[in-house]
């Protein structure tokens, strides 16, 4: 079990279930520290005063925000301290949607919820919640407090366990009406074409087909060069031409997958 990240209680309505916070993600990159390649010594990072040259203690330093018109605003850790949300000890469940009303561009980070203790009253309150929800397709919206930030936050049962994902802001996505959008709707045939490629490559969910292919080239790249050998850089592909003619390029595609199938 990964550690505890945040601990409390789930609101709901009058009862209170005691929680902890996991992460349901793990990191699994490769991470490397900076070294000064001429004698692999550690590169440290320091504040320096660009006025005086000089380094500055972490108790000397304030943060200035930017305006629009170049202006920059001085702001103390003491006022910053002044507008930290209240910190409290609950995840306030406010109100309960449907899970195909909530847009994926919403979720963030996604955490488990698991029982604070292993007494008989929290279990059974847990696993009781559990069963509720997942005997819904609705997710609960809540707020709380972690660290010195307020999240809004969805809940929902997923294989036996309360999930959690922090959530963006409606004010956080950016709105669609400056995305390019490619102007003039496409041709009847070149829709239905393309429409046809989709169920072809159409399939069920299965997220263990999908590997992160760029970190086990990495791996590779590292385990090679524990060995003394030489790493050389591949080529760099040109990037492909805009096709000439869609229609063509669409048709062709479909008999190429005809033929694999």
Request: aromatic share 6%.
């Given at each position: 079990?990964?550690?505890?990240?945040?601990s409390?209680?789930?609101?709901?309505?009058?009862?209170?279930?005691p929680?902890?916070?996991?992460?349901?993600?793990?990191?699994?990159?490769?991470?490397?520290?900076?070294?000064?390649?001429?004698d692999?010594a550690r590169?440290?990072?320091?504040?320096?005063?660009?006025?005086?040259d000089?380094?500055v203690?972490?108790?000397?330093i304030?943060h200035g925000?930017?305006?629009?018109?170049?202006?920059?605003?001085l702001?103390?850790?003491?006022?910053l301290?002044?507008v930290e949300p209240?910190k409290?000890?609950?995840?306030?469940?406010?109100a309960?949607v449907?899970?195909a009303?909530?847009?994926p561009?919403?979720?963030?980070?996604?955490?488990?919820?698991v029982?604070?203790?292993?007494?008989?009253?929290t279990?059974?309150a847990?696993?009781?919640?559990?069963?509720?929800m997942g005997?819904?397709?609705?997710v609960?919206?809540?707020?709380?407090?972690?660290?010195?930030k307020?999240?809004l936050?969805a809940?929902?049962?997923?294989?036996?366990?309360?999930?959690?994902?922090?959530?963006?802001?409606?004010?956080?996505?950016?709105?669609?009406?400056?995305?390019p959008?490619?102007?003039?709707?496409?041709?009847k045939?070149?829709?239905?074409?393309?429409?046809?490629?989709?169920e072809e490559?159409?399939?069920d969910?299965e997220?263990?087909?999908?590997?992160?292919?760029?970190?086990?080239r990495?791996?590779?790249?590292?385990?090679?060069?524990r060995?003394?050998?030489?790493i050389?850089a591949?080529e760099?592909e040109k990037?492909?031409?805009p096709v000439?003619d869609?229609?063509?390029?669409?048709?062709?595609?479909?008999e190429?997958?005809s033929?694999?199938?």
């Amino acid at each position: 079990m990964a550690r505890p990240l945040w601990s409390g209680s789930l609101s709901f309505g009058l009862v209170n279930v005691p929680v902890r916070l996991v992460s349901s993600a793990r990191d699994l990159d490769f991470h490397f520290n900076e070294l000064h390649e001429k004698d692999k010594a550690r590169i440290e990072q320091r504040r320096f005063c660009k006025e005086e040259d000089a380094e500055v203690a972490w108790e000397e330093i304030a943060h200035g925000h930017e305006l629009a018109d170049g202006e920059e605003v001085l702001i103390t850790p003491e006022e910053l301290g002044s507008v930290e949300p209240r910190k409290t000890r609950t995840i306030d469940v406010e109100a309960f949607v449907d899970l195909a009303d909530v847009d994926p561009i919403y979720f963030d980070h996604p955490y488990f919820l698991v029982p604070a203790g292993d007494s008989e009253g929290t279990t059974r309150a847990y696993a009781l919640l559990v069963e509720t929800m997942g005997s819904q397709d609705r997710v609960a919206l809540g707020r709380f407090v972690m660290r010195t930030k307020e999240y809004l936050v969805a809940l929902q049962v997923r294989e036996g366990a309360l999930a959690l994902t922090t959530m963006r802001f409606h004010d956080e996505v950016r709105p669609t009406s400056n995305v390019p959008t490619g102007g003039r709707k496409p041709a009847k045939g070149a829709l239905e074409d393309a429409v046809a490629i989709i169920e072809e490559l159409s399939t069920d969910w299965e997220p263990q087909r999908y590997k992160d292919c760029y970190r086990e080239r990495l791996r590779k790249v590292i385990e090679r060069k524990r060995k003394g050998q030489t790493i050389e850089a591949p080529e760099v592909e040109k990037e492909p031409e805009p096709v000439p003619d869609l229609m063509a390029a669409l048709e062709q595609t479909l008999e190429e997958m005809s033929a694999s199938r």
